[in-house]
């Protein structure tokens, strides 16, 4: 059974956002004072200034996922990236909602019990919305994430090379992820501290795909929506999603980031997305100047002879 | 009489470290244990890793001066902007003892005592170096900055301007400003969080001159060198300079993002550095896109018509 809480002033700033975010930052609350903008009703959320009502924050919600459907034109097949979390949940469901010809998939990252747990969660938002959820198994590519070093980074490179595979094997023009507008934010500022501007590339909301390459088209539906309202999506719309954190996250210095971001927001509303729309910007007038090449092994891209992928894989 | 004190654990992480710097931070200690990397004298430094004494420290500091000078062949007068602060002390201090041609000037802002203190500050440090220091005063522009609504801002314009005006007239090559790596780090971010990408240009240790539009060389001789070490360095050579903080400053958003960024460091060295060091390519990557014209009025240059500064100007 899903419990269904009222919300209200739901803080940004709160400390360690993304670690226990459910049990920390939604109270049960009596019903604000404030009604909504949009009718008569009591709001629950305030999003630069405005308020808006259980009705009227999903209607916003699902116009700003809509604003980038329609900016670049996405038409035909999408795969859906669900980890199980909060963000894939609101992102596969804002998808359905709007119609769109979807494909959702799963990675299993075989991490204890955590990757059991988000894959029945991820399981029963397919069912209860009456799709069939596709399973990728990473360890029947020999990867064991226990054994690695630096088992972050393989992870993040097994999950875009095997999302994009997934899409295209499976005739889809576009695979979507559950990037939300604090991920991008964060990622940018931890790129930059590390001198990486490598990955600061794709920072946006869509990529064009590249046939030749094999590659899929890239959508960040949730671009300019914050983990504050993906979270307050996913409640008023009952979804399951896992509440547990990945165990190797629980430490990664992007959370600092994180938090202080979303701490300089509740000071000054906007800023992430500024942010959020510098980085966008930037990204276009760099460009890619980063060669592509096709790996020798598997013939998808590569910026190398042989992909980042095929030499992570054991097998 | 300048007192000096003996430091240690200078924190770059205490709060409002803009904000009376001096007298929250600089602690008379007894002596430190550790010992210099480089001679057997006390150490009054860790930077990244490695302990300094005083002479080490001034060498290091003078080195990280000289890798500017010498990266970009800077050969000729430079005009040198002193405000009376700590940074454009130690910048001219350091310009000073690499054996430069020098001509300090002072723009007086006409900021109540303020300016007066710093200009006077500015004089002792001039003469005790045995220069002239030039004065220019915003007043004779009919500008005053207690009747702006955004004093900043007009200041910034008059500041920019003056400067290279100065330069351009007194035959200088260059202008050194005393922008330090906290500044350019905090003066990006800042940028961001105002989408106002057109700030971000020029955000870089040298900037070309373009001899058609009047415009001066500028050079940033301590981008590498942060808040606390320029401290010490004005501590160690007993170096006068204005303790005082702007009146208009004080509640300037930047100060959250300079103890952020100095918590981070604090928790990880190095980010600062790299962060400056991604903001450098970056904005190589992206060039200057903006096109240039000369102002009709003044003939100096501009991205409209006229200039802004022409445009701040009461006579």
């Given at each position: 059974m899903v419990i269904f809480f009222v919300i209200r002033d739901f803080d940004d700033s709160t400390p360690n956002f993304s670690q226990n975010f459910f049990k920390r930052n939604l109270l049960i609350l009596p019903a604000s004072k404030m009604k909504c903008e949009y009718c008569e009703k009591e709001a629950v959320e305030n999003i630069y200034g405005r308020y808006y009502c259980e009705n009227h924050f999903v209607k916003y919600f699902l116009g700003r996922v809509r604003s980038i459907i329609d900016k670049f034109g996405i038409n035909g097949r999408i795969a859906v990236a669900l980890s199980g979390g909060k963000?894939?949940?609101?992102?596969?469901?804002s998808l359905?909602?709007?119609?769109?010809?979807?494909?959702?998939?799963?990675?299993?990252?075989?991490?204890?019990?955590?990757?059991?747990?988000?894959?029945k969660k991820a399981e029963e938002l397919c069912n209860s919305l009456g799709y069939r959820l596709h399973i990728i198994d990473i360890n029947e590519y020999g990867i064991n994430l226990a054994d690695e070093k630096k088992p972050c980074s393989v992870c993040g490179t097994a999950k875009r090379y095997l999302m994009n595979k997934f899409a295209y094997e499976n005739n889809c023009k576009y695979v979507a992820t559950g990037h939300n507008l604090s991920d991008v934010v964060t990622f940018a500022l931890n790129n930059f501290m590390n001198a990486n501007l490598m990955n600061f590339r794709g920072n946006r909301p869509y990529l064009e795909g590249k046939e030749e390459y094999k590659m899929v088209a890239k959508i960040k539906?949730?671009?300019?929506?914050?983990?504050?309202?993906?979270?307050?999506?996913?409640?008023?719309?009952?979804?399951?999603?896992?509440?547990?954190?990945?165990?190797?996250?629980i430490s990664a210095p992007t959370i600092?980031?994180?938090?202080?971001?979303?701490?300089?927001?509740?000071?000054?509303?906007?800023?992430?997305?500024?942010?959020?729309k510098s980085f966008w910007r930037l990204e276009e007038m760099i460009g890619s100047k980063a060669k592509l090449n096709i790996c020798r092994k598997c013939g998808y891209a590569s910026y190398s002879k042989i992909c980042k992928f095929c030499k992570i894989r054991k097998r």
């Open positions: 963000d894939s949940s609101a992102c596969f469901h359905h909602k709007l119609k769109l010809d979807l494909l959702p998939f799963y990675i299993n990252l075989g991490i204890e019990s955590y990757s059991e747990i988000c894959q539906p949730l671009y300019w929506l914050k983990d504050k309202e993906c979270m307050l999506y996913v409640y008023i719309n009952r979804l399951r999603y896992a509440e547990e954190e990945c165990p190797h996250a600092q980031i994180k938090e202080w971001i979303h701490e300089m927001e509740g000071k000054k509303p906007g800023i992430m997305l500024n942010m959020a």
